[in-house]
Protein backbone atom coordinates (compact mmCIF):
# COMPACT_ATOMS: atom_id res chain seq x y z
CA UNK A 1 0.00 0.00 0.00
CA UNK A 2 1.52 3.56 -1.08
CA UNK A 3 1.06 6.34 1.54
CA UNK A 4 2.36 9.00 -1.42
CA UNK A 5 -0.83 11.15 -2.94
CA UNK A 6 -0.19 13.02 -5.96
CA UNK A 7 3.32 13.40 -7.79
CA UNK A 8 6.39 13.35 -6.07
CA UNK A 9 8.08 15.37 -8.53
CA UNK A 10 6.47 18.71 -8.24
CA UNK A 11 7.94 21.89 -7.15
CA UNK A 12 9.52 21.67 -2.62
CA UNK A 13 7.95 23.93 -1.07
CA UNK A 14 11.09 23.86 1.41
CA UNK A 15 13.52 26.54 1.99
CA UNK A 16 16.83 25.54 0.85
CA UNK A 17 19.15 27.04 3.66
CA UNK A 18 22.34 25.57 2.46
CA UNK A 19 23.38 27.81 -0.37
CA UNK A 20 22.40 30.44 1.96
CA UNK A 21 24.49 29.75 4.62
CA UNK A 22 27.17 29.26 2.23
CA UNK A 23 27.36 32.82 0.52
CA UNK A 24 26.92 34.58 3.84
CA UNK A 25 30.34 32.16 5.20
CA UNK A 26 31.75 33.66 2.05
CA UNK A 27 30.61 37.29 2.35
CA UNK A 28 31.89 37.13 6.04
CA UNK A 29 35.40 36.14 5.22
CA UNK A 30 35.45 38.73 2.58
CA UNK A 31 34.63 41.55 4.80
CA UNK A 32 36.60 40.52 7.39
CA UNK A 33 39.81 40.66 5.23
CA UNK A 34 38.75 43.96 3.86
CA UNK A 35 38.22 46.00 6.60
CA UNK A 36 41.65 45.97 8.38
CA UNK A 37 42.61 47.25 4.31
CA UNK A 38 40.18 49.96 4.57
CA UNK A 39 41.06 51.77 7.51
CA UNK A 40 42.96 54.48 7.17
CA UNK A 41 44.71 56.96 10.15
CA UNK A 42 46.25 60.19 9.80
CA UNK A 43 49.75 60.65 11.27
CA UNK A 44 49.52 63.16 14.43
CA UNK A 45 52.29 65.06 15.96
CA UNK A 46 51.64 65.90 19.58
CA UNK A 47 53.43 68.86 21.13
CA UNK A 48 55.73 68.38 24.05
CA UNK A 49 54.32 69.08 27.34
CA UNK A 50 55.30 72.12 28.77
CA UNK A 51 55.67 73.24 32.27
CA UNK A 52 55.61 77.43 31.82
CA UNK A 53 54.01 78.78 34.77
CA UNK A 54 50.09 79.98 34.32
CA UNK A 55 49.96 83.91 33.25
CA UNK A 56 49.45 86.31 35.75
CA UNK A 57 46.48 87.93 35.24
CA UNK A 58 45.88 91.05 34.48
CA UNK A 59 44.78 94.03 37.13
CA UNK A 60 41.77 94.96 35.80
CA UNK A 61 40.28 91.50 35.30
CA UNK A 62 36.79 91.50 36.04
CA UNK A 63 35.25 87.97 38.06
CA UNK A 64 31.51 87.35 38.73
CA UNK A 65 30.79 85.27 41.08
CA UNK A 66 27.30 83.39 42.75
CA UNK A 67 28.02 81.47 45.80
CA UNK A 68 25.90 78.39 46.56
CA UNK A 69 24.42 80.82 49.46
CA UNK A 70 22.96 83.17 46.76
CA UNK A 71 25.46 86.20 47.52
CA UNK A 72 27.01 88.11 45.02
CA UNK A 73 30.76 89.05 44.54
CA UNK A 74 32.87 91.51 42.25
CA UNK A 75 36.09 89.93 42.58
CA UNK A 76 36.65 89.33 46.45
CA UNK A 77 34.22 91.92 47.27
CA UNK A 78 30.87 91.19 48.75
CA UNK A 79 28.06 93.09 47.06
CA UNK A 80 24.69 93.22 47.76
CA UNK A 81 21.80 92.25 45.12
CA UNK A 82 20.05 95.63 45.21
CA UNK A 83 23.27 97.56 44.92
CA UNK A 84 24.81 95.11 42.14
CA UNK A 85 23.54 96.59 38.83
CA UNK A 86 24.68 99.63 39.99
CA UNK A 87 28.57 98.66 40.81
CA UNK A 88 28.68 96.08 37.81
CA UNK A 89 28.07 99.14 35.73
CA UNK A 90 30.66 101.08 37.38
CA UNK A 91 33.06 98.09 37.19
CA UNK A 92 32.31 97.97 33.91
CA UNK A 93 32.73 101.76 33.03
CA UNK A 94 36.93 101.39 34.23
CA UNK A 95 37.72 97.95 32.36
CA UNK A 96 37.06 96.75 29.17
CA UNK A 97 37.28 93.23 27.42
CA UNK A 98 35.94 89.60 29.01
CA UNK A 99 33.99 89.80 32.13
CA UNK A 100 34.00 86.11 33.86
CA UNK A 101 30.91 84.24 35.12
CA UNK A 102 31.21 81.59 37.77
CA UNK A 103 28.19 80.00 39.77
CA UNK A 104 28.12 77.65 42.07
CA UNK A 105 27.51 74.05 40.90
CA UNK A 106 24.98 73.40 43.45
CA UNK A 107 22.63 76.12 42.01
CA UNK A 108 19.71 75.31 40.01
CA UNK A 109 20.04 76.22 36.48
CA UNK A 110 16.77 78.80 36.73
CA UNK A 111 18.65 81.12 38.95
CA UNK A 112 22.26 80.72 37.26
CA UNK A 113 20.36 81.68 33.72
CA UNK A 114 18.56 84.35 35.62
CA UNK A 115 21.71 86.24 37.07
CA UNK A 116 23.25 85.95 33.92
CA UNK A 117 20.96 87.41 32.28
CA UNK A 118 21.46 90.09 35.34
CA UNK A 119 24.91 90.98 34.30
CA UNK A 120 24.17 90.97 30.56
CA UNK A 121 21.36 93.56 31.03
CA UNK A 122 23.81 95.78 33.08
CA UNK A 123 26.23 95.98 30.64
CA UNK A 124 28.81 92.39 30.95
CA UNK A 125 28.16 91.97 26.91
CA UNK A 126 31.11 89.86 26.57
CA UNK A 127 31.26 86.75 29.13
CA UNK A 128 33.31 84.26 30.00
CA UNK A 129 32.30 81.34 31.75
CA UNK A 130 34.93 80.27 34.31
CA UNK A 131 34.11 75.98 35.29
CA UNK A 132 36.49 75.70 37.92
CA UNK A 133 35.47 75.78 41.78
CA UNK A 134 36.40 78.53 43.59
CA UNK A 135 37.00 79.19 47.14
CA UNK A 136 35.15 82.15 48.88
Do not use: W
Not at 38 to 60: D, R
Not at 79 to 87: E, K, L, Q, Y
Not at 96 to 113: E, M, R
Amino acid sequence: MSMGIGGTGGIKSDINITPLVDVVLVMLIIFMVATPMTQVGYGVQVPAESHTPSPVPPPNQLVIRLDAAGKIFLNHEEVAAPAFPGRLRDALASRAGVVFFAAAGSLPYAQVAEFMDLCRDNGAKNLGIVFEELEG
